[in-house]
């Protein structure tokens, strides 16, 4: 029997037009924020720490979000996003640059309960990041358009309450950096999405939460929970 999934997923870019790129995984950071890893009672970590979400998690940000149920608590966490146009191998973060097509924003849904089973018996996340529609994403800002990607703004509000407040400056490891790092242990490719790890404020999400998302000067978008 054929499994169809119900995704028309693509790149966008903020003007609306589908990016002519593939759609193709998503490598998330763990722990990037110092005020995230404290929140959580985690240590800090002395490299990055990496995990992927399929092709399958991407949804459009616009879309309405499907919690998985029966799961426990299902967190928030917005991250800024980077879209890649070219492969990255043991690349150094100069080289970095000229491979980033552009920079939005995604969430790293995330079912809190269950990773910290899985972190509790020592075993991997995904089955706690993973999930289909884990990765709802925005538009693109094109490369040319951001004028320092170390100091790019973003915030969640839920309910019109501020719930997440971020600014790359803060990352423990830099965008160039996390790029050149990730492309020495696995090549990135075309397509690919790197999620640079999220600030404090993770919460539960629940049905009927109305969340707004805005990313530094360009855009803010909205989206509820099912």
Known sequence: ?????????QHQALSGKKIDLPVGKVVCV????????????????QKPILFMKPSTSLIYLRQNIDIP????????????????AKPLKCASPDEVEQAIWGYGLGLDLTLR?????????G??????????????????????????????????????????EGNSQDM??????LL?????????????IVLTGTPKGVAQLCPNDVLEL????FFTLSTKVN
């Open 1 to 9: 029997m054929s499994l169809s999934i119900n995704n028309d997923y």
């Open 30 to 45: 763990g722990r990037n924020y110092l005020m995230h890893v404290q929140e959580l009672n985690n240590a800090v970590p």
């Open 69 to 84: 149920k029966g799961l426990g608590q299902c967190h928030n966490e917005l991250e800024i996003a980077v879209l890649l």
């Open 113 to 121: 309960d269950v990773q910290s089973e899985l972190k509790r018996d």
């Open 123 to 164: 075993h991997p996340w995904e089955r706690a990041k993973a999930f289909d529609g884990s990765c709802p994403m925005s538009p693109f800002v094109e490369k040319s358009a951001v004028n320092n990607h170390n100091e790019l703004r973003f915030a969640l509000t839920v309910n019109g309450q501020q719930r997440q």
């Open 172 to 177: 423990l490891f830099s965008i160039n950096t």
């Open 180 to 192: 050149s790092e990730i492309s020495k242990s696995f090549s990135l490719l075309a397509g690919d």
């Open 214 to 217: 805005s990313f530094h000067d």
